[in-house]
């Protein structure tokens, strides 16, 4: 069994813009987030979902130079995107896949 978590992040925030960049001590909100799904024992593999819209670049430079892999699409909804990329993955890798989802502030759950 292969278990993905993604993690749903955006730049366009109301209450706070731009908050999954920010700095948190010695790492961005993002990388905390990154860093506690891929430590989980239970997760195989990570990926941060994000909008299309021209804000959210920011967020895909970031997982490039973080060499963590992402997907982009419509952000009203980002979890049909997902569907769709992990079954054209299953589809390669003949397996089967499990997807946990987290939001990008889900940072400091203990549950993981």
């Given amino acids: 069994m292969h278990i993905v ?5 955006r730049l366009g925030s109301t209450r706070l813009p731009g908050k999954v960049l920010f700095h948190l ?3 961005r ?6 860093d ?7 997760v195989d593999e990570t990926i941060v979902t994000t909008g299309n819209r021209p804000e959210n670049d920011a967020i895909k ?3 490039e130079r973080a060499d963590t892999a992402y997907s982009v ?3 009203e909804n980002l979890l049909p995107l997902l569907k769709v990329y992990y079954f054209l993955r299953s589809l390669y890798d003949k397996r089967s896949r499990h997807l946990y989802q987290t939001i ?6 203990h549950a993981c």
Avoid: K, M, N
């Avoid at 978590?5 to 992040?9: D, L, N, P, V």
């Fill in 61 to 63: 430079r970031y997982c």
């Fill in 73 to 75: 699409g419509p952000e």
């Fill in 29 to 34: 909100v993002l990388q905390w987030c990154i």
């Fill in 25 to 27: 001590g010695d790492r």
């Fill in 36 to 42: 506690r799904t891929t430590a989980a024992e239970a």
């Fill in 5 to 9: 978590a993604s993690i749903q992040a």
């Fill in 104 to 109: 990008d502030d889900g940072f400091c759950c």
